[in-house]
């Protein structure tokens, strides 16, 4: 498959443990938060979103941490597993403006 | 449940070109967004369409435009293709021009050459 990114951050973790991506943000006025997984060749798969009047979020093997203060969002993955290697990427919208996509950081797992 | 598909696949085509590129939405989506994404980038916004409507428009130039037909599926155009314009384009779905629940398809890799 093709490249989708080669000169990202890369996070390297052991199967099985925890991973942690981090993402700043810009816009105070954004008011839903999104992070997509996107594999080699694929487009951007939804993972998990938060709303700006939330700080913390729960899904499976999944937590989304925002701070709005520090403008900061976090993707922690738990028990991290080979399927998980790809490039993440968070967003931010208002709800009806276009997504902006932050810098993506590269996953990978090493077995 | 159909998810968004995109036609084609890969495309090569030659500097000064002109390309089209082909997108159906997710079943029961009206909304339809392309985005560009180089290599080792986030994808980045060109317009919507919504309502057979441009909605929304990225810092793109004219040369970029697109069409909604009535069953929502769209096309994105590029005339005067530059070497810069190779890249991934995506196409994303979603429910009355709401952006926060967007379904993306595959791509198109558009490589001028």
């Known amino acids: 498959g093709e490249s989708v990114g080669l000169h990202l951050p890369t996070l390297s973790v052991q199967e099985g443990d925890n991973s942690i991506i981090n993402c700043a943000y810009s816009?105070?006025?954004?008011?839903?938060f999104i992070w997509y997984k996107q594999e080699s060749g694929k487009g951007p798969q939804f993972i998990i979103d938060?709303?700006?009047?939330?700080d913390k979020r729960q899904g499976q093997r999944v937590t989304v941490l925002l701070n709005k203060t520090v403008k900061h969002l976090s993707l922690q993955i738990a028990a991290t597993q080979p399927g998980d290697s790809a490039v993440y990427f968070c967003?931010?919208?208002?709800?009806?403006?276009?997504?902006?996509f932050g810098k993506g950081t590269r996953l990978s797992v090493i077995a | 449940d159909a998810g968004v598909t995109q036609s084609p696949t890969h495309l090569i085509k030659t500097r000064g070109q002109q390309v089209t590129l082909r997108c159906s939405p997710k079943?029961?989506?009206?909304?339809v967004s392309w985005y560009q994404q180089a290599l080792g980038q986030g994808p980045q916004f060109i317009f919507q369409?919504?309502?057979?409507?441009?909605?929304q428009r990225g810092n793109f130039p004219d040369r970029f435009s697109g069409h909604q037909f009535p069953n929502y599926s769209s096309e994105l155009n590029v005339n005067a293709l530059l070497l810069g314009d190779s890249a991934l384009y995506l196409c994303?779905?979603?429910?009355?021009?709401?952006?926060?629940?967007?379904?993306f398809g595959p791509g198109t890799r558009l490589t001028v050459t």
């Open positions: 369409y919504y309502e057979e409507e441009e909605r």
């Open positions: 816009n105070s006025a954004s008011d839903y």
């Open positions: 938060i709303r700006s009047n939330m």
């Open positions: 967003a931010e919208t208002q709800g009806n403006t276009p997504l902006v």
């Open positions: 079943s029961g989506h009206d909304t």
């Open positions: 994303a779905s979603s429910l009355d021009g709401i952006t926060y629940e967007q379904y």
